[in-house]
């Protein structure tokens, strides 16, 4: 099985191409710029280099989030439209999954956490038991205090990756006592990981509908801006 893989999630877009348990190709770009202008640009260009045709993929994975609202859509509305095109399936992913899957084998715990602003963070709590990726948490919007808080409870070395480990570190190795980083190359969302993931559930038949929607986890700042404006709940 044939797959490509991508993720638009955060300031990082990146694309990759898998068959079976053999990556044939990535391309990251970890700089601002429009991923609506360059995410297509960069699948086609992956795709000539290796010499496969988008009718050679049999499955697509992407990242759901959490992340930038605007870099979800794009990477949900890229892979749907593929998906609906060649009329092959898709799956999408977390993209704390994926930054988790970047660090295997970890001892102890492991924390991605994507910057979500205004002290926040979006972050999940992994374990590697008999060499799986076990998730402890939901997918969480917290506050930087209020997760090393719940970190110290844990009594364990903590190994963080994201790319708001560049904002917090001095905060981090302040409050806890036995703290790792991940190197800088390993800090934003790899299609690789990404698609190895998902590879597993295409294989499962465990595939998306039309329908999925985005992991935003909080509402968007539009919304919190109309309901901190008229008092009441957007949804209601």
Do not use: W
């Amino acid at each position: 099985m044939k797959i490509l893989s991508l993720d638009s999630a955060t300031e990082a877009a990146t694309c990759a191409v898998i068959e079976d348990d053999k990556l044939l190709g990535e391309i990251t770009f970890n700089y601002k710029k429009q991923h609506s202008v360059i995410l297509m640009t960069i699948i086609d260009t992956l795709l000539k280099q290796i010499g496969t045709n988008i009718k050679d993929i049999d499955g697509f994975v992407v990242s759901k989030g959490p992340g930038s609202f605007t870099g979800l859509r794009i990477g949900m509305a890229t892979v749907k439209g593929l998906s609906e095109g060649t009329g092959k399936p898709y799956v999408s992913i977390s993209s704390l999954d994926a930054l988790a899957n970047n660090l295997p084998f970890t001892d102890g715990i492991l924390c991605p956490i994507l910057d979500a602003l205004r002290g926040n963070v979006y972050s999940a709590i992994y374990t590697y038991n008999e060499n799986k990726l076990k998730r402890l948490t939901d997918y969480m919007v917290i506050s930087m205090d209020e997760l090393l808080t719940m970190l110290k409870s844990k009594e364990s070395s903590v190994t963080f990756i994201g790319d708001a480990t560049y904002l917090y570190k001095d905060k981090i190795t302040n409050s806890l006592e036995s703290t790792n980083f991940a190197p800088s190359h390993l800090n934003f969302v790899r299609a690789a990981a990404l698609g190895e993931l998902g590879f597993k559930e295409l294989l499962n038949n465990n595939f998306d509908s039309p329908h999925t929607a985005p992991l935003y986890i909080r509402k968007s700042q539009a919304e919190r801006e109309y309901e901190l404006r008229t008092g009441k709940d957007i949804n209601e």
